[in-house]
């Protein structure tokens, strides 16, 4: 079983939209969790950190569930500029396990 | 502040050929990483460092080697490069991001193994 798992989409949503990705991990042991974002041949870069409470970024928003071991992003009042792959990120010992990422396109 | 630096960002080289990828970092981080990324398969962890003059295997070791050669610097060698390791190749380091540590990635080299 992989230790994280992402529906890869691709998402399409207009300008505007609200869209939610979710992510599934399989170590219950695990204490940090992230969201990357990843644009066409680029390197990956930190989009938010996940905390047990939940946290609210401008429009991002992510949530941990670890009772269901799994992390969610909600994108709020899409712009074109989010057009990316979003990457779930765990942690459970000093080793970070990389989801295979969500595409998301957001159509003017 | 440049961050995380990876040299060269192309290469292509032939089976059996070897090579070094060097990673260097500026943010006085005591853990860095190389990843490599496939079309499909997410970032898998080669080997990682988690500090200077330590390092430990990943999920995918073989055929690579690594070098902590001081806290700034990690690089990882292939000796006998094959097909299989066309890749994009990813170094990172680890630092504290409030409340949390997390990673920080260079721009990537971009190898193909003929």
């Known amino acids: 079983r992989k230790e994280v798992e992402q529906d890869p989409g691709p998402f399409n949503v207009p300008e505007g939209a609200t869209v939610a990705f979710n992510c599934t991990y399989s170590?219950?042991?695990?204490?940090?969790f992230f969201w990357y974002r990843q644009d066409c041949r680029k390197e990956p870069k930190l989009l938010m950190s996940v905390y047990s409470s939940g946290n609210e970024d401008g429009r991002f928003t992510a949530q941990l569930n670890r009772a269901s071991q799994y992390i969610s992003l909600l994108i709020r009042d899409s712009k074109l500029s989010d057009s990316a792959t979003y990457l779930c990120?765990?942690?459970?010992?000093?080793?970070?396990?990389f989801g295979t990422g969500t595409s998301l396109t957001v159509i003017p | 502040n440049a961050g995380v630096t990876q040299t060269p960002k192309f290469q292509v080289l032939k089976t059996g050929q070897s090579m070094t990828l060097q990673c260097a970092q500026d943010?006085?981080?005591?853990?860095m990483y190389w990843y490599r990324q496939d079309p499909g398969m997410g970032l898998r962890l080669i080997y990682y460092s988690a500090s200077e003059g330590t390092t430990d295997k990943g999920e995918v070791p073989n055929g690579y080697n690594v070098s902590r050669l001081n806290k700034r610097e990690f690089s990882l060698r292939l000796e006998s490069a094959a097909p299989s390791q066309t890749s994009v190749y990813f170094c990172?380091?680890?630092?504290?991001?409030?409340?949390?540590?997390?990673?920080?990635f260079g721009p990537g080299t971009r190898l193909t193994v003929l």
């Open positions: 943010m006085n981080h005591n853990s």
């Open positions: 990172a380091s680890g630092g504290r991001d409030r409340r949390t540590d997390t990673q920080y």
């Open positions: 990120v765990v942690n459970p010992f000093n080793q970070f396990y």
């Open positions: 170590n219950s042991a695990s204490q940090s």
